[in-house]
T-cell receptor
Framework: DAKTTQPPSMDCAEGRAANLPCNHS???????VYWYRQIHSQGPQYIIH???NNETNEMASLIITEDRKSSTLILPHATLRDTAVYYCIVRSNTGNQFYFGTGTSLTVIP | GAGVSQTPSNKVTEKGKYVELRCDPISGHTALYWYRQSLGQGPEFLIYFQGTGAADDSGLPNDRFFAVRPEGSVSTLKIQRTERGDSAVYLC?????????????FGEGSWLTVV
């Protein structure tokens, strides 16, 4: 599975949109982009995933560039409870282990 | 239950002892994964089961670590002769089927401390 690169930390004001970038320049055509987050002392929580098209659910939106080499997770109205480490992961249909890296530590500021 | 359940949630053991960590996946999920997370790091892959068989155990650090899933549902991670370096959160996850189209859901983890 392709590796990903994320900034180590970001701040966001409460109520504003949080935009978390991820670089996956070696992604191949059958690999999906997944986002998880981990709030302190809890297990990773699934947020959203996509292959080529942009995706939206009740938690977030995922924007994938046309060349699929990068993506952005958008939390439209960040709350204090969104403070967590966010992981961008690339998964292939044949790979059953995937690389979390160290993620982006997002701090939502009141 | 609704989610992946792991027991115990916390375990403190002495160096050299044997430990078992249990995982109940989401009902009907055929794929099951074990990950390990050390402080300040992202989760690292240990082993993957498809049904009863370990399809990929390449992440197990050494032969002190072993996992089983005898009936294709509950899995047990077994650690022999524990060392202080084994202290970590052990995460279990499951998905309905293997493959990237199937979302993987994680449990809350078992916190292991070896003293």
């Amino acid at each position: 599975d392709a590796k990903t690169t994320q900034p180590p930390s970001m701040d966001c004001a409460e109520g504003r949109a949080a935009n978390l970038p991820c670089n996956h320049s070696t992604i191949s055509g059958n690999e999906y982009v997944y986002w998880y987050r981990q709030i302190h002392s809890q297990g990773p929580q699934y947020i959203i995933h996509g292959l080529k098209n942009n995706e939206t659910n009740e938690m977030a939106s995922l924007i994938i560039t046309e060349d699929r080499k990068s993506s952005t997770l958008i939390l439209p109205h960040a709350t204090l409870r969104d403070t967590a480490v966010y992981y961008c992961i690339v998964r292939s249909n044949t790979g059953n282990q995937f690389y979390f890296g160290t993620g982006t530590s997002l701090t939502v500021i009141p | 239950g609704a989610g992946v359940s792991q027991t115990p949630s916390n375990k403190v053991t002495e160096k050299g002892k044997y430990v078992e960590l249990r995982c109940d996946p989401i009902s009907g999920h055929t794929a099951l994964y074990w990950y390990r997370q050390s402080l300040g790091q992202g989760p690292e892959f240990l082993i993957y089961f498809q049904g009863t068989g370990a399809a990929d155990d390449s992440g197990l650090p050494n032969d002190r670590f072993f996992a089983v899933r005898p009936e294709g549902s509950v899995s047990t991670l077994k650690i022999q002769r524990t060392e202080r370096g084994d202290s970590a959160v052990y995460l279990c996850a499951s998905s309905l089927n293997p493959g990237a189209r199937n979302t993987i859901y994680f449990g809350e983890g078992s916190w292991l401390t070896v003293v």
